[in-house]
């Protein structure tokens, strides 16, 4: 009785382990699915948010937010559009961490 309930034991641990190290979702929780656009209209856009890449996700994700309620699109981060707000938005990122540390000396 004793090997039994031992071996019932091991095999739901065994089990548990095997569980817990499959990959969940093998392509990673990318937002964006496939290459994305090329451009969108300046006009339309509201805001943008660029998405690197980190253990969720293995690829740079730029996320355009459009005006007027109208969703969101993914730019393909090779396209010309992408890396111009790339550097804009990078540039932002480093001008308001200037801001910052300059009111705290």
């Known amino acids: 009785m004793k090997l039994k309930g031992m071996a019932i034991v091991l095999a739901v641990i065994f089990y548990a382990t095997v569980i817990q190290g499959l990959p969940m979702f093998k392509g990673g929780r990318c937002l964006c699915l496939g290459p994305g656009a090329k451009a969108v209209k300046v006009a339309h856009i ?9 253990n969720s996700c293995y690829k740079m994700e730029v996320i355009i937010t459009l005006k007027a ?33 300059e009111k705290r000396i």
């Open 69 to 101: 309620q109208k969703g969101q699109r993914c730019l393909d981060p090779g396209s010309k559009q992408a890396s111009f707000i790339i550097k804009q938005v990078q540039r932002k990122n480093k001008e308001e961490k200037h801001k910052v540390l």
């Open 46 to 54: 509201e805001k943008a948010t660029i998405m690197y890449p980190s």
